[in-house]
């Protein structure tokens, strides 16, 4: 008998749901992590970039050997870098030039090229450039932020883990929005299952920087996002997510980044409001590719 083994693309998914010990407090509710960064490429971006690649090929929009486009703040760069490396694809990045050494060097090492934007231009100014070079006939842009490839991918896969792994018993999910891929086809899957699920967004108040994350001006909400699809949206301050963070890291065991420590303290303030709850958070990603930002520096 032929062993059948596995290639690193069928490694994409079925991430384990973990639960809060120590920084939940005294409560009745659940609260439940998503550890995204068990994916092989360290985030839950690993979902829909393989997604998007897959399907734009069976469609036959694009086959092995062609350029690929992407403007992208980090994890899906990184996500994409790999499923182009594992399809065999030229993949271009454009992300601004403030992102974090290590998803910079992420990107590059799995053969990916880099194009930088100032911080001032941002991501809006790294999707300008994106479209200009998909116009000059350089590649394809995947557009997660206009792609139904994007939430697609959480819809067959993230929401269904989702319910399995809970038992039907979820009552809360909550994520941060960047694309709003996740929290888009996760919340289409929860509510055709039980239509009581909350499905509470996250996003950073006006003024606070969250890697990952955007309060997107109106001119460049992602096109795939549907607010009637999200009960609640909590602003959150880069202090509060930080700090949760690093208390993520030294309480829990649990290394992520800050959008992640976002979503947690958005659960533990929903928490202290509810009773019996069952909370499913998404932990987007690791800490690693963070340490150069000096986020953990505080931690004892």
Avoid at 18 to 29: F, K
Avoid at 87 to 113: Q, V, W
Avoid at 139 to 153: C, T, W
Avoid at 161 to 168: H, K, M, N
Wanted: glycine residues 10%.
């Amino acid at each position: 008998m032929t062993l059948q083994y596995p290639t690193i693309a069928d490694c994409v998914g079925n991430t384990p749901l973990v639960r809060l010990q120590r920084i939940a407090g005294d409560t009745s509710n659940t609260l439940l992590l998503k550890l995204e960064g068990n994916n092989p490429a360290g985030s839950v971006k690993d979902r829909p970039a393989l997604s998007m690649i897959t399907r734009a090929e069976l469609r036959g929009q694009i086959k092995p050997g062609d350029t690929l486009i992407e403007a992208t703040s980090g994890n899906t760069g990184i996500a994409l870098a790999m499923a182009a490396a594992i399809k065999g694809y030229k993949m271009i990045l454009i992300m601004p030039d403030n992102s974090s050494a290590e998803r910079k060097a992420a990107m590059t090492a799995y053969g990916a090229e880099l194009i930088l934007v100032s911080k001032e231009e941002g991501m809006e100014g790294a999707r300008d450039l994106a479209d200009r070079l998909q116009a000059e006939g350089r590649g394809l842009v995947l557009d997660q932020f206009g792609n139904v490839d994007n939430p697609e991918a959480h819809y067959v896969s993230t929401g269904p883990e989702i319910w399995r792994q809970t038992q039907g018993t979820i009552t809360h999910f909550i994520s941060s929005m960047g694309t709003t891929g996740t929290i888009m086809g996760c919340s289409r899957y929860l509510k055709e299952q039980n239509p009581a699920v909350q499905i509470i967004g996250l996003q950073p108040m006006e003024g606070s920087a969250i890697p990952g994350i955007r309060r997107w001006p109106q001119e460049y909400l992602p096109k795939i996002y549907q607010s009637e699809r999200v009960d609640r949206v909590v602003d959150m301050t880069q202090s509060e997510a930080e700090e949760t963070t690093r208390r993520l890291a030294r309480e829990e065991g649990i290394f992520c980044g800050v959008s992640s420590g976002g979503a947690v303290a958005a659960m533990l303030r929903l928490s202290r409001e509810l009773e019996n709850a069952v909370m499913v958070a998404i932990i987007c990603d690791r800490g690693d590719r963070y340490l150069s930002t000096g986020i953990f520096d505080s931690v004892n």
